[in-house]
C-alpha cells in the first residue's frame, strides 16, 4: 500500500492536521520515508501546536508534543495534555509522548514541545536521555531551559506565534487550570485562601 504523502506531495496545514491527529502507529499509511525527510523543524513545531490545539479544543490545556528520530525524522510519538480528560495531574503534552512512543532509546531525538516544559516533564527528559529539545513558546511560560542544557540537552527556542497566541488566550481564560496543571490543586486552593482573606 502506498502512502498518500510522498516526495511529490506539497506540505500543507491539511496535510500536517492529519499527521497531528493521526495515531502515530498509523502514520506509515499515511506519509512514506520520503515525506518524512523532508519535514523541518518548523514542520513539527506545527504539528505539536494543532496537538495543543487538540487540547484546547477538548476542554484542556493546549500543549503538545511530538518525538522525532534525529536520522530518519520518522514520528516516534505524540501527544497532547489531558490533565483535565484523563483527571490525572501528569497526562502533560511531554509525558503523553513519551508515552506513545513507549520503551525506546530516546538518545537519538527531538522533543518539540509546544510550551516550555514544567520542572517534572523536563526532569523526565533528562533521566530519558533525550538529546534535543526545541520549545515553541517561552514567552507565556519558562524556566527550565537552563537546567535542560546542563544536563546536556541540546536546547532550541523556536517560538511559534500561533502557539503563543492559543496559550495566552487559555490562560486568561482558564487563569486556575493553568495554575493547577503547573503547580497542583494545592496550589489553587491556596491563592483562593489567599483572596478570601483580603
Known sequence: ????????????????????????????????????QSLTDD????????????????????????IVDNTT???LGKGHNTLVQDNHPYSHGET?????????????????????????????????????????DVTNASGTEVFLQERGIQLDILEDEQGIALYARFCSQKPELELEDWQGVSACRSIANARSLT
Open 96 to 136: 503523553s509522548a513519551i508515552k506513545d512512543a513507549g520503551r525506546i532509546d530516546f538518545s537519538d531525538t527531538t522533543l518539540y514541545t509546544s510550551l516550555s516544559p514544567c520542572e517534572v516533564c523536563a526532569t523526565l527528559l533528562s533521566l530519558r536521555g533525550f538529546n534535543r529539545v526545541v520549545v515553541g
Open 43 to 66: 514542520d513539527f513545531m506545527r504539528i505539536a501546536v494543532l496537538l495543543a490545539q487538540k487540547s484546547y479544543d477538548e476542554g484542556g490545556c493546549p500543549i503538545g508534543a511530538v
Open 73 to 75: 525524522k520518522q514520528i
Open 1 to 36: 500500500m502506498k502512502a498518500l504523502l510522498n516526495q511529490k506531495s506539497v506540505k500543507t496545514e491539511q496535510a500536517l492536521r492529519a499527521i497531528a491527529h493521526m495515531p502515530t502507529s498509523s502514520l506509515a499509511v499515511l506519509m512514506d520515508k520520503d515525506f518524512a
